[in-house]
């Protein structure tokens, strides 16, 4: 039978407050938080957890995510990859539909849809393709993919090119009341780059992708939701000109949002010193004053979204040549470490930022349930040791793929426990229950 829980003594951290507030919380036995309070006094019988030190959070919520589940079960399946969201403290993910084959039909995301809710124990949206195949020659069911309950559509990992094909998707998907979201990048300039051309590239000698293949995109696309009157969501922006574009057009009212990847924060294509494959990503990584630029966007708002892009790919493809290996790492499980590291533990971004951009923010663009921890809200937190360290390696990874920049390095502070409504998804400390072997119902 379950219990109520009693938090003491957390460090709150909340979306709209720059300094953490030191709380009890109560959460009831049906997972409903009761009272956050200076303190409160455990009622009989209460499962009672020591928080003092501790950072407590909403849990994060992840937009953008590549499970690869139907297709390449080998690098990711659904469960895997929704184990690894909760073990990196992400309690909603939204899955990319460019599977084999592709998510581009109601019956496709039917499908993935019911694996879903069989074997994640969290929340696992589905987007769909904009044109048949990703191919770019044809629209997609949209309609169908819509009624079947996908959220978004794009194709994700390409651009529209055709620009006919996109402005109909967005005259579509305002119909339905989709997000239509887009991977900027015209295809003719980037085409066998792989990684930002510059100076650099030309001292490695690996082709280069131009900063403005995807600004050039990120300005037709926009100019195209204005023109439609719909929403339209810029996915991984990468450049400060491309940030620049996507503030224009948001002071002008077009209805638009973007998110940044934390790679795309806190790597530039100097790291690239060895040809390591694991900083290979489209977009790539850009400069250290693109980094800047972003950073810097995503304290003034104008950055929408933290998002990972999680990319699975297997050590063996991971091992080719930089020209030859995929493009994307696996970002779930290092994201909010990773953030802490560089960027907040150093002084550089709040918390209150994390929570606004990666928890807050993508629920509201996505409709779901707030995440705030609040009397009254579904439990849906995280609970974060600043003073502990992670080391990420394979006994702490559940991803079916290694692909990091951190492989075998230490990052600080470690998640503890995840817990979504009356359940602990995730305790560090005792291991219980095990983060792949208890099934829930799904909350959806
Ligand atoms: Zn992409």
Redesign the pocket.
């Known amino acids: 039978m379950k219990r109520k829980r009693l938090f003491k003594q957390a460090s709150l951290v909340s979306a709209d407050n720059p300094r953490t507030q030191t709380a009890d919380i109560l959460v009831d036995e049906r997972g409903v938080i009761e009272g956050v309070e200076p303190e409160i006094r455990a009622p009989e019988g209460c499962e009672e957890w020591d928080c003092r030190d501790k950072i407590m959070m909403p849990a994060l919520f992840d937009m ?1 995510v590549h499970l690869r589940e139907p297709g390449r079960e080998d690098q990711e399946t659904i469960e895997t990859g929704s184990n690894a969201a909760i073990n990196g403290g992400i309690t909603g993910i939204l899955a ?1 539909p460019n599977t084999t084959p592709p998510i581009d039909s109601g019956g496709m995301v039917r499908f993935v849809q019911t694996l879903a809710r069989d074997r994640a124990r969290i929340p696992v949206l589905t987007a769909g393709c904009i044109t048949r195949g990703r191919e770019g020659g044809q629209l997609a069911e949209i309609a169908d993919i819509h009624q079947q309950g996908a959220v978004m559509i ?1 194709d ?3 651009p529209v090119s055709d620009a006919y094909l996109l402005r109909r998707a967005l005259e579509y998907a305002r119909h339905f009341n989709l997000i239509v979201a887009s ?1 900027c ?1 015209v295809m003719e300039l980037s085409r066998g780059g792989a990684m930002n051309e510059g100076a650099h590239s030309y001292r490695l000698g690996i082709p280069g992708i131009p900063a403005c293949g995807e600004e050039i995109c990120i300005e037709r696309d926009l100019r195209l939701a204005q023109y439609t009157r719909t929403h339209i969501h810029i ?2 922006v990468s450049t400060a000109r491309g940030l620049e574009i996507i503030r224009r057009f948001k002071e002008d009212g077009v209805n638009a949002t973007c998110e940044v990847t934390p790679h795309h924060l806190l790597f530039s294509e100097t790291d690239i010193q060895d040809y390591d494959t694991h900083l290979k990503m ?2 790539p990584l850009r400069t250290v004053e693109d980094n800047a630029a972003l950073l810097d966007g995503l304290k003034k708002g104008w950055i929408d979204v933290i998002a990972t ?1 999680h990319a699975p790919h297997t050590t063996f493809e991971k091992n080719l040549d930089f020209a030859s290996a995929p493009f994307g790492i696996i970002g779930l499980e290092t994201a909010l470490l990773s953030l802490y590291t560089r960027l907040v533990e150093p002084g550089h971004l709040g918390w209150d930022v994390i929570a606004h951009r990666f928890a807050s923010e993508p629920r509201r663009i996505l409709n779901r349930e707030p995440a705030d921890i609040a009397a009254g809200r579904t439990a849906d937190f995280l609970v974060f040791d600043p003073n502990a360290q992670t080391r990420i390696d394979a006994s702490y990874l559940l991803s079916k793929s290694h692909n990091t920049p951190y492989l075998n390095q230490t990052l600080k502070g470690s998640i503890e426990k995840v817990v979504l409504g009356p359940d602990i998804l995730l305790d560090r400390l005792t291991g219980e229950p095990a983060p792949l072997f208890s099934k829930r119902e799904v909350v959806t």
Do not use: A, I, K, L
Request: charged share 25%; glycine share 8%.
């Open positions: 953008h990319m794009t994700d990992g390409s991977h990048e996915q991984h489209n977009p892009d």
